[in-house]
Every structure is written in structure tokens, then in C-alpha cells.
Nanobody, 124 residues
Framework: QLQLVESGGGLVQPGGSLRLSCAASGFTLDSDTIGWFRQAPGKAREGLTLITHTDGITYVTPSVKDRFTISRDNAKNMVYLQMNNLKPEDTGDYYC?????????????????WGQGTQVTVSS
């Protein structure tokens, strides 16, 4: 069973930074695409960014492009989301998700394995 485990969420003040981690459990990331998604209270899940594990090619949705960065560490079988200059509207549950092929989309329905999520609260 393919499983991802997120960590690194928490409470941060506006303007602060967090780095979320996504660990692949029980399998090795290969030709996967890993995406980060966010679900704010009462809102639909939205895609933020993705990375192709083989080549490290990334895409970041324009709304967070200047503040969020996705990266990977092949040796550690990890993917990260660096979030800077956080705003209250960034509050929500953050999920990493994967698909065992290259997909150039942040449509959540295309990702077939997910983590349990980590909560991020941006508040003073």
C-alpha cells in the first residue's frame, strides 16, 4: 500500500515560515509525481504545487508562486514544501499526494495515494 506521511504543520504568525515534509512510507519514489494540496475550512481542496520525482521539474500555482517552493530529497525519499511570508488565508489542512507516473496537473482526482494531512494555522 502506497502511503505518504506529512509533518511540519503548526501555528505560525503572519509573515512567518514553515517547511512541510512528505515522506513516502514503505516504497521508493521513482517516476512519481508528488503534489501538495490545501483545504481551507469550508472550501474545496486546491492544488498548490507539484514535482516530478525523476527530473525534479516543478510547477507552482500562481497564487502562491512567490512564497511557496517544492523540493525533493531522493536519498531520503522525501518531498518538502517551503512556505514563506505566510498569511492568514494560508490556514488549512495541507496534504501531499502522489501518482506513479508523470502528470502535469493539480487536479486532486488524478492522484491516487494521499497522506493524512497536517494542519497549518496562520494567526497572530
Amino acid at each position: 500500500q502506497l502511503q505518504l506521511v506529512e509533518s511540519g504543520g503548526g501555528l505560525v504568525q503572519p509573515g512567518g515560515s514553515l517547511r512541510l515534509s512528505c515522506a513516502a512510507s514503505g516504497f521508493t519514489l521513482d517516476s512519481d509525481t508528488i503534489g501538495w494540496f490545501r483545504q481551507a475550512p469550508g472550501k474545496a481542496r486546491e492544488g498548490l504545487t507539484l514535482i516530478t520525482h525523476t527530473d525534479g521539474i516543478t510547477y507552482v500555482t500562481p497564487s502562491v508562486k512567490d512564497r511557496f517552493t517544492i523540493s525533493r530529497d531522493n536519498a531520503k525519499n522525501m518531498v518538502y514544501l517551503q512556505m514563506n511570508n505566510l498569511k492568514p488565508e494560508d490556514t488549512g489542512d495541507y496534504y501531499c499526494a502522489g501518482e506513479r507516473s508523470i502528470i502535469w496537473s493539480l487536479n486532486p482526482s488524478l492522484y491516487h495515494y494521499w497522506g493524512q494531512g497536517t494542519q497549518v494555522t496562520v494567526s497572530s
